[in-house]
Every structure is written in C-alpha cells, then in structure tokens.
C-alpha cells in the first residue's frame, strides 16, 4: 500500500510540474495557481499533490458528477471539462480537466488538474469581483462535458469556451497544456498497472482509504468530548455593509465529529458564497492542519464526520448566487473551525490568522489580466511567532515575483515589504502582513479585487493581541473597499495594498 500510493502520490507531484512548466498565463506559470490529482473510478479521491487545498473540493465534486452524468458513457480517450459551482465546481476562474484511465478495458481512475484562469469571460475581468451580484456577470459556466471523445478533441467546444473569455489564445495555450498533463499522468499511472497489476493496485487504494479514515479516527479519540464553539465575521458580503457572522459549533462523541454551521449568516449578496464542495475543502483542510499533517489527503477523511448546513445561507447558497469571492469566506471558516479546536486542544491552539484572500485583478481590455493573491500574517503560536507575510489555511499560490510582474504588465511596483508592527503583541507576536504598492504604467487599466479583515482585525489568543486590519488605497490616500469591481484608473496612479497581520498568542508582557 506505501509504495503504490506513494507511488501515486508521486504522479500526482509530476503532473503539477508539468502543468506549471507548460502553461502560458504567469497566474499558472508563476503564481502556480493550480492543482493535481488522482481519483479512482467510483470518483473517490486517492491522491492530491500538495497545491492548493481549495482545490480539493472542485476535483472531487467534479469527479462524482462526471460519475453520475455519464456513467457506462466514459470511454478511453475521453477528456471532461467543468467549472460550474453547481455541479461540482467551485467557482468560475477554476477549470477542472478529467481524464480517465483503462486497463485491460476497465476503467481504473481518473487522472484530473485544476487550473485557475485569468479570466473566464462575465462583467468584470477575472470572475472574482467581491460584488458581483450573480453567477451569470461572474463568467461562463461550464458543465462536465467531453472536450474530447476517444480521442478526439472537440474543438468546436474549446473554440466556443475561448471565444467567450478575455485573452483567448492565453486560455486556448493553458486548456491544452491542461490536457497534456493528465496525457502524462496517464503514461504513468499506466507504467504502475503493468508493474504491480490491476488487483494489487486497486486493493491499494481501497486499504488507504481505510487507512486515511482509521488514523483520523485514533486523532478524534484523543479530543475530550464535548461541544465547542467560536463564532467570526466578515466584514461585508460585497454589496451592503452588514457584517456576515460565520458559527461553528464542532461536537466531539467517540470517533466522530459533527461540524454545526447552524448562526452562519444569511445568503450573501455579493460573491461570498460557498457551495458544498469548497465547505468540504475547508473542512478536510482543517482536519489535516490541525489534527494531523501527516494525514493522507483523499477521502477516506470524509467518512469521520457529519456536517451541518442552514438553508440559504452563505454556505449553502442557492442559485444563481456568486461566489466568485468564495475564498475570504473559505478563509474565515478555517480560522473559526481553529478557533473552536482551540478550546479542545489547548495544547495544540494557534492564534488567528489574517484569514482572507487579499485577491487583486487588474485589467485593460484586449490586452492583458492581472491576477494575485496577497499574502499576510499568520496566527502565533504558544512555542513561535507567526510567519511573515504568507498564505494561509486553503490558498497556498505563490506571489507574482516582481521581475515577472513588470515584464509581463504595463505596472511599476514601487513597494513591496513586511508592515512593521502588523502582527499582534504577545509571548510570541503575530506574523507580519505586506504591503504591496502598485504604479499605472498606462491608459484603460482597471481594478477589482475581493479581501477581507479590513474591519475585523485577526484574533489574538490567551492574552495576545489582535493583528492589524488591512486596506486599499488609491494614490496612497483615498481609501478603498475590500470589495471593488472595474475602478477605472488613470496613468500614474497608485494602488496600495495592505494585508492582515496575525493575532499574537500570550501576555506580552512575558515576551523574551
């Protein structure tokens, strides 16, 4: 089981190489906004190479929806495509690429990549306004369908995908290089059928599906039971200026958890919202993060746990909600999860991270689209500091490196640095958030963006003090909304972004 599945795991690792090396588009190429995996045939997942856990959920739901939709239909050489939120997705910009593998006429598993395009066409380039109203201004959905059939790409289907999305030859260069990845992982998941057979690879995966689920359960055991709650919330939902409260009460019985979302505000109007299979991400990832890093990430986590959702709210949203900014709300359920973790396992508690996605987009029509995700500080610990300006819980994509940023766009980066004093006070402080100031180079740009923890600061623990909030702003004085859409911008201008530092962990009176 160790040597088959790391084996595949592998496979896994390989295919996302070879998808950052062989895209076009920098969000891909540099900022390695994408993941890989390997799934079996039920759609189970096995094996996720270690990308982006928000990821996790779009290839799983997109995996069991291909299963239900075509069933006995799926023949080799067939190739799917989907990013619908609402059926299996989780938001526009990420497109789920399957493919299937046979051996011996039997289909085995399914090699799959997900890559978040600059933009999938809709109102405002790169589908991810934190105040777009409706999935239909955030870009074109796509079901699971075949873009190729035994072999045969469709390509009046990726012509009509592309013609519908800003840089079309960019995402026509990205899709392909997409397909040639899972090409690759099939080579390889092949080369381990012919050396180990069909039998023992499949008994493989089934035993570390149990394996996954048995090693989860001893972590649970260990947790005293009981009911622990912690309640955080988001600033806005990106079109009104009401807070949005996300609750999580987490009860520990034996060897299974119920996670209870039951005070979770309501349906966002803007683009918050989270459909089930990025809930699920959210929820795996804390499972692994805080229980037990080790932890084989595949779906044998899934069978340890209940999970409760209220009807229409913002994480059991209903169509045709957006959810385009679906990562600030994802981000936030992570930290309120650790947050009520923290009273099970006071040994283990960490103090709150900045929490948010921090995501830009800056655009000119028929030329270019800009995306990045800004890191931030992370929660302090009872033994460490807090990381400095990092990534957090479900986003883990590089920054855009400076030298690449201004070779590839009409934009001047006139600062980039660590905020002093940014993180929370303590024992052991906060992590430092960034500052990012960005120079219009040139004429018809635009700006959208979607952030949060401009009003909440991030939480400090057992006597640490809060992080600092973060903000936009224009030409360093005019402050901004965390949540913008198409902000024309003049030559010259200035864009400051500045992130959440992390909350400080202790009384800082007893700092070294």
């Known amino acids: 089981m160790e040597v088959v599945c790391n084996r595949l795991k592998s496979i896994a690792q390989l295919m996302g190489e070879i998808l950052v090396k062989s895209s076009f588009s920098a969000n891909i190429k540099e900022r390695r906004d994408c993941s890989t995996a390997i799934f079996d045939a039920k759609g189970q997942l096995v094996a996720q190479a270690e990308h982006i856990p928000l990821h996790l ?58 890559a978040h395009h600059a933009d999938i066409g809709g109102a405002q380039a790169g589908g991810i306004a934190g105040n777009a109203r409706n999935i239909y201004e ?20 990726l012509d009509f995908v592309v013609t519908n999305c800003r840089m079309p ?25 012919e050396k180990y057979g069909a039998s023992t690879v499949q008994a493989s995966m089934e035993e570390v599906l149990s394996y996954t689920q048995r090693r989860l359960q001893k972590k649970i055991e260990k947790i005293p039971d009981g009911r622990y709650c912690f309640e955080d919330p988001l600033d806005n939902d990106g079109v009104t200026d009401a807070p949005i409260p996300i609750k999580v009460c987490i009860t520990v019985c034996g060897k299974h958890l119920t996670f209870d979302f039951t005070g979770t ?25 805080f229980l037990d890093p080790q932890l084989p990430a595949n779906a044998g986590m899934e069978k340890v746990m209940d999970i409760i959702v209220p009807p229409q709210s913002i994480i059991n949203p209903q169509l045709p909600a957006a959810v385009g900014a679906r990562t ?13 973790f923290n009273q099970a396992l006071p040994q283990k508690a960490v103090a709150g991270s900045n929490d948010a996605s921090t995501a830009v987009v800056f655009s000119k029509e028929g030329a270019f689209v800009y995306v990045e995700a800004v890191g931030g500080g992370a929660g302090a610990s009872s033994k460490s500091d807090g990381l400095d300006g990092v990534q957090v819980h479900v986003t883990n994509t590089s920054n855009l490196p400076v030298e690449v940023l201004e070779k590839e766009f009409p934009i001047q ?3 980039y640095q660590m905020i002093p004093d940014s993180g929370g006070k303590g024992t052991y402080r906060g992590g430092l958030g960034l500052v990012r100031e960005l120079q219009i180079l040139d004429v018809g740009i635009v700006f959208s ?8 600061p991030p939480w400090g623990w057992e006597g640490g003090q809060d992080g600092k909030t973060g903000c936009f ?6 402050k901004l909304p965390s949540k913008n859409a198409n902000l024309a911008l003049r030559k010259n201008d200035t864009i400051t972004i500045q992130t959440p530092g992390g909350g400080g962990f202790g009384d800082p009176q007893k700092r070294s």
């Open 57 to 114: 959920g779009s290839m799983m739901g997109t995996a069991s929806e291909i299963m239900k939709r075509f069933g006995p239909h799926i023949f080799p050489g067939d190739v799917f495509i989907c990013n619908d939120p609402f059926a299996g997705g989780t938001h526009l910009p990420d497109v789920t690429i399957i493919t299937p593998y046979f051996y011996q006429g039997q289909m085995q598993n399914f090699a799959a990549n997900i």
């Open 138 to 157: 955030e870009g074109l959905r796509i079901p699971p369908l075949k873009l190729a059939e035994k072999g045969k790409l469709d390509q009046a289907l």
């Open 169 to 193: 030859q960019e995402r026509k260069t990205d899709f392909r290089a997409q397909i040639a990845t899972n090409d690759m992982g099939v080579k390889h998941i092949h080369q381990l059928y």
């Open 265 to 289: 505000g309501p349906q966002s109007k803007g683009a918050l919202n989270v459909v089930r299979s990025a809930l699920m991400a959210t929820i795996f990832y804390v499972l692994k993060a």
């Open 328 to 340: 600030d709300t994802c981000q936030r359920i992570a930290g309120t999860m650790i947050g009520a």
């Open 413 to 415: 980066v006139n600062r």
């Open 449 to 456: 963006s979607h952030a949060d923890r401009h009003l909440y």
């Open 473 to 478: 702003k224009r030409n360093r004085t005019q």
